[in-house]
């Protein structure tokens, strides 16, 4: 079954560089969530979207941004790059009215 | 949200029953239970999840409290593959989940 694809899996960064992270949620899934896990962490909600438009919000910082595309395809923007941006950013999907949300790979975001 | 307690760590030997406890004393109505487990820094998988009957998948069974303040996950036969962090997460109405720190469970042969 074709499940959430992130890319790229690694990325590399210098502070204050910018970085985009892409989330491709399974076939049909209308609603993407966006998690951050720092390290030797739990995972924290960032940012959610339903049919292309914010849906709810979470501790995301003011120099990230998001969005939701036609094809439901989601893009995480950030900007001015800290060392403690330094974590693994999970995407997440669901269908509405099917409750349970399925998670992608995991992009390693490493700033240096 | 409600919010869950779980146990850090537990052990189990390979070949066993894991039973996991959750508590969520908090939980409302409509809110579900959910269980995912996290192995090494894999993204977050889908286990089981119920609202107030017990449930089982291929995966494991979910036994959940008349009252629904508890609930335990069972592995059946676990095996060392199944050690990892296991959350357990209680939703309502396509919210985003609060993962607490979840329960580390060390399968050993």
Redesign the interface.
């Known amino acids: 079954a074709a499940g959430v694809i992130q890319s790229p899996r690694h990325l590399i960064k210098e502070k204050r560089e910018t970085a985009t992270l892409k989330c491709y949620p399974i076939p049909r899934h209308d609603t993407v969530y966006w998690y951050q896990q720092g390290p030797g962490q739990d995972p924290q909600f960032l940012i959610s979207f339903y049919e292309k438009m914010q849906s709810d919000k979470g501790s995301i910082p003011d120099r990230f941004s998001a969005q939701q595309f036609s094809d439901y395809h989601s893009e995480l923007n950030m900007s001015s790059l800290e060392l403690g941006d330094s974590a693994l950013y999970f995407c997440a999907s669901l269908i509405r009215g099917e409750e349970t949300q399925y998670f992608g790979p995991g992009t390693r975001l490493l700033v240096l | 949200d409600a919010k869950t307690t779980q146990p850090p760590s537990m052990d189990c030997a390979e070949g066993r029953a894991a039973n996991l406890p959750c508590n969520h004393s908090t939980i409302s109505g409509n809110e579900?239970v959910?269980w995912?487990r996290q192995i090494h820094?894999?993204?977050?998988?889908?286990i089981i999840?119920g609202l107030k009957n017990n449930e089982t998948n291929e995966m494991a069974s979910l036994i959940i409290t008349e009252d629904r303040k508890s609930s335990t996950l069972i592995l059946p036969h676990a095996t060392l593959r199944d050690t990892a962090v296991y959350?357990c997460i209680v939703?309502y109405n396509?919210?985003?989940?609060?993962?607490?720190?979840?329960t580390k469970l060390n399968v050993k042969p």
């Open positions: 579900y959910y995912y820094s894999q993204g977050p998988q889908y999840h959350y939703l396509f919210n985003k989940f609060y993962f607490g720190s979840g």
